[in-house]
C-alpha cells in the first residue's frame, strides 16, 4: 500500500475510451439517370464532370445518430447530359464517452470518412453499369468540408426571430 502526504493513495477512476460504433449503413436514396442512351455511350469527347458532397447528422437518440452523406454526380459531354448519379448513404453510429464540444465534429468528419469507401463504390459500380468506364472518385477531405461549412455558418446574417 503506497501513501501520498501521509495517507493512502486512492486509484483514480479508470479513464472510459471515446467509442464511435457503426450501428447499420444503408442507402437512403439513389438515383442513376442515362438520358441520352445510346447516343451518349458513343461520345467520344471527354465529359466534363462536376461532383457536390454534403454531409448531415440527426439524432436518434442521446448516444445515437444518423448522418447521411450525399453525393451527386453530372457528366456533360459537348453539350448533353451523359449520366446524372445521386446517392444518399446513411449510417446509424452510437459514440459515447466524447466530450459534448467534439461530438458534433465527430459526427461531420469521422462519421462521413467511415461512409466514403462505400458511397464511392455504389456510385463507380453504378456508373459503370450504365455503361461508362467507373466514376472513381478522389478522397474527400472531411475536414476542409467541415471548416468550410463552420465559416459559412459564421457569415451568414443571423435569422429574424419569429413574431
Do not use: W
Not at 493513495?9 to 450501428?23: D, F, S
Not at 448516444?63 to 448519379?85: H, I
Amino acid at each position: 500500500m503506497s501513501s501520498t502526504n501521509g495517507g493512502p493513495a486512492t486509484n483514480p477512476a479508470p479513464k472510459v475510451a471515446p467509442q464511435i460504433m457503426i450501428l447499420a449503413q444503408y442507402v437512403k436514396d439513389f438515383s442513376f439517370e442515362n438520358p441520352n442512351a445510346p447516343r451518349s455511350l458513343t461520345q467520344p469527347a471527354q465529359p466534363q464532370i462536376n461532383v457536390t458532397v454534403n454531409v448531415t447528422a440527426n439524432p436518434l437518440s442521446d448516444t445515437d445518430v444518423e448522418v447521411e452523406l450525399r453525393l451527386e454526380g453530372k457528366a456533360e459531354a459537348s453539350g448533353a447530359v451523359m449520366f446524372n448519379v445521386e446517392l444518399v448513404f446513411a449510417g446509424a453510429f452510437r459514440i459515447q464517452n466524447v466530450p459534448q464540444e467534439n461530438i458534433h465534429p465527430l459526427m461531420l468528419i469521422e462519421c462521413p470518412r467511415l461512409l466514403f469507401p462505400f458511397a464511392r463504390e455504389i456510385i463507380a459500380s453504378a456508373v459503370r453499369n450504365g455503361g461508362f468506364p467507373p466514376l472513381l472518385l478522389d478522397p474527400i477531405d472531411f475536414v476542409a468540408l467541415y471548416q468550410q461549412r463552420a465559416a459559412q455558418a459564421q457569415v451568414s446574417p443571423p435569422t429574424p426571430p419569429q413574431a
